[in-house]
């Protein structure tokens, strides 16, 4: 599902907004994400890190267990700003977000209204996902 350039731009919005909340006092490398669901609800996520560094939880995943945790399974975009240049979604990220479909990616940086846009299966192209599974 394609959204509108103001909704892109809502979505790039709330995630640098959220992103000043952003708990990152190892890598002082603060990320927002801003989550569109079907329902029309937003749901953002910031970086939460950990002294056990591998224990952190990316801004992506934080938005997208807020939206579960809220009934939310469908998803329609995510928005995720960070740094002077634009980010994108790390690995693991990538790859829960496959979990609950193809949808479309702006990563943005932590300010300004440039963003690129792509989608997952550009992200993760041929991800593992449970309906694929053969046994
Ligand atoms: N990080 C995210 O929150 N999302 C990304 O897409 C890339 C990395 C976080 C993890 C860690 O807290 C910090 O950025 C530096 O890697």
New binding site residues.
Partial sequence: MMISKTKQLELVSLAQKARVN?Y?P??D???G?ALLAESGKIYT?????NASLGA???????ALTSAISAGERRFVAIA?A?GKQP????GI?RQVLAEFGNIIVLCAAAQGEDYKIMDLSALLPDAFVEYNRMD
């Fill in positions: 952003a990152c190892y890598s490398f603060a990320v994400a996520g910031v970086n939460c890190e952190t939880i990316c801004a992506e995943r934080a995720v960070a980010v994108s979604p790390c990220c």
